[in-house]
């Protein structure tokens, strides 16, 4: 059973920082593709950044240059460090990641609870 645990969220304001982990366990070959996504209330789920396994990174337009995202292959944890967080930043956080379970198994996108981020004054 693969799990995938977030935290790091909490009630900052504006101008703030806040990082947030994601660590997966349970039986896992391969870890590929960790991404963070956002959702408000009665909108879509949003892409905010993803992180290659070898490293690359790609980003919303809305957060580059005050997120990022790095990932720790050895401890199966993606992070998304938040800076100069504005008040539209506020929502439910989600990692996902591309995890193949064996070594002859397609790899399966896996989704964390979420963890809420409020910034606020």
């Known amino acids: 059973q693969v799990q995938l645990v977030e935290s790091g969220g909490g009630l900052v304001q504006p101008g703030g920082s806040l990082r947030l982990s994601c660590a997966a366990s349970?039986?896992?070959?391969?870890?590929?593709?960790m991404g963070w996504y956002r959702q408000n209330s009665g909108n879509q789920r949003e892409l905010v950044a993803t992180?290659?396994?070898?490293?690359?990174?790609n980003y919303a337009d809305s957060v580059k240059g005050r997120f990022l995202i790095s990932r720790d292959n050895a401890k199966n944890t993606v992070y998304l460090q938040m800076n100069s967080l504005k008040p539209e930043d506020t929502a439910l956080y989600y990692c996902?990641?591309?995890?193949?379970?064996?070594?002859?198994?397609?790899?399966?996108?896996?989704w964390g609870q979420g963890t809420r981020v409020t910034v606020s004054s």
């Open positions: 992180i290659a396994r070898a490293g690359s990174t």
């Open positions: 349970g039986s896992i070959s391969s870890i590929y593709t």
């Open positions: 996902n990641a591309m995890i193949q379970v064996h070594s002859y198994s397609s790899p399966i996108i896996y």
